[in-house]
């Protein structure tokens, strides 16, 4: 498998395995010197709940690492076009910025960016960033290393990142959250399953009245019945 390159040092980026939500796992490409993740396209959705908590973990590990600003411009590892910057907003409310290639070959997201998709990193109020500036003057940006002076702006001029914070709270609540996710997608809900074969067995009872009943109709029922429990669970796992 050929390394891929980061799209702001050009150097080769550590591959590292998470499990994908239907099956198989999904290989994500890791810059730590410049705190990038490279997603080829859909990858970032593609992530089990419980994965995104390894990566957290795994991210987790490496905060204090030294960090060098983002080139400009950053370039595609597939075709070396210039990445566009995108603005976007996630699920639990939070804007976070990354950058695509038109091509759709994928993005690049810092990993600030990352967690505060995910829900791990609080954006600060205009309020909290005022009462911030008084003791703090000039904060590196967490979305492309750039420094920002808070006394004079509450986003970064350079990318255009808000203002954010690994907010202990908020890291708690998003683990809560994926935490939750990851046991309901591995554990079958048992009465859901029996819903599930007993519609099952009513269709197929209907259907056999409309016909005549073979001899061996009790193993038939026996085995079909245990069929329908496999492949609910199955189709459960799948999700």
């Given at each position: 498998?050929?390394?891929?390159?980061?799209?702001?040092?050009?150097?080769?980026?550590?591959?590292?395995?998470?499990?994908?939500?239907?099956?198989?796992?999904?290989?994500?490409?890791?810059?730590?010197?410049?705190?990038?993740?490279?997603?080829?396209?859909?990858?970032?959705?593609?992530?089990?709940?419980?994965?995104?908590?390894?990566?957290?973990?795994?991210?987790?590990?490496h905060r204090d690492d030294q960090r060098q600003p983002l080139?400009?411009?950053?370039?595609?590892?597939?075709?070396?076009?210039?990445?566009?910057?995108?603005?976007?907003?996630?699920?639990?409310?939070?804007?976070?910025?990354?950058?695509?290639?038109?091509?759709?070959?994928?993005?690049?997201?810092?990993?600030?960016?990352?967690?505060?998709?995910?829900?791990?990193?609080?954006?600060?109020?205009?309020?909290?960033?005022?009462?911030?500036?008084?003791?703090?003057?000039?904060?590196?940006?967490?979305?492309?290393?750039?420094?920002?002076?808070?006394?004079?702006?509450?986003?970064?001029?350079?990318?255009?990142?808000?203002?954010?914070?690994?907010?202990?709270?908020?890291?708690?609540?998003?683990?809560?959250?994926?935490?939750?996710?990851?046991?309901?997608?591995?554990?079958?809900?048992?009465?859901?399953?029996?819903?599930?074969?007993?519609?099952?067995?009513?269709?197929?009872?209907?259907?056999?009245?409309?016909?005549?009943?073979?001899?061996?109709?009790?193993?038939?029922?026996?085995?079909?019945?245990?069929?329908?429990?496999?492949?609910?669970?199955?189709?459960?796992?799948?999700?």
């Amino acid at each position: 498998m050929q390394p891929t390159t980061c799209p702001s040092c050009r150097k080769p980026m550590s591959k590292h395995r998470f499990e994908r939500l239907l099956h198989g796992e999904i290989i994500l490409d890791l810059c730590f010197e410049c705190q990038g993740i490279w997603f080829d396209e859909f990858e970032s959705v593609q992530i089990t709940p419980g994965g995104i908590i390894e990566l957290f973990k795994l991210l987790h590990e490496h905060r204090d690492d030294q960090r060098q600003p983002l080139a400009d411009p950053l370039r595609c590892p597939r075709c070396s076009e210039k990445l566009i910057h995108g603005l976007d907003v996630a699920k639990h409310g939070g804007k976070f910025n990354y950058h695509r290639c038109l091509q759709k070959h994928g993005r690049f997201s810092t990993f600030a960016q990352f967690m505060i998709e995910k829900g791990f990193v609080r954006q600060l109020s205009n309020a909290e960033i005022d009462d911030l500036a008084v003791k703090v003057g000039t904060i590196r940006c967490n979305g492309c290393g750039a420094p920002v002076d808070i006394r004079r702006d509450h986003a970064c001029t350079h990318c255009r990142s808000p203002i954010a914070i690994l907010d202990p709270q908020a890291v708690e609540q998003a683990l809560a959250r994926f935490q939750h996710a990851e046991v309901k997608r591995t554990t079958a809900d048992v009465e859901a399953l029996g819903d599930a074969i007993v519609m099952r067995e009513r269709e197929k009872s209907r259907l056999k009245r409309q016909k005549p009943e073979p001899e061996n109709a009790g193993i038939i029922d026996a085995i079909d019945l245990l069929s329908a429990g496999a492949e609910f669970v199955w189709n459960l796992i799948r999700r």
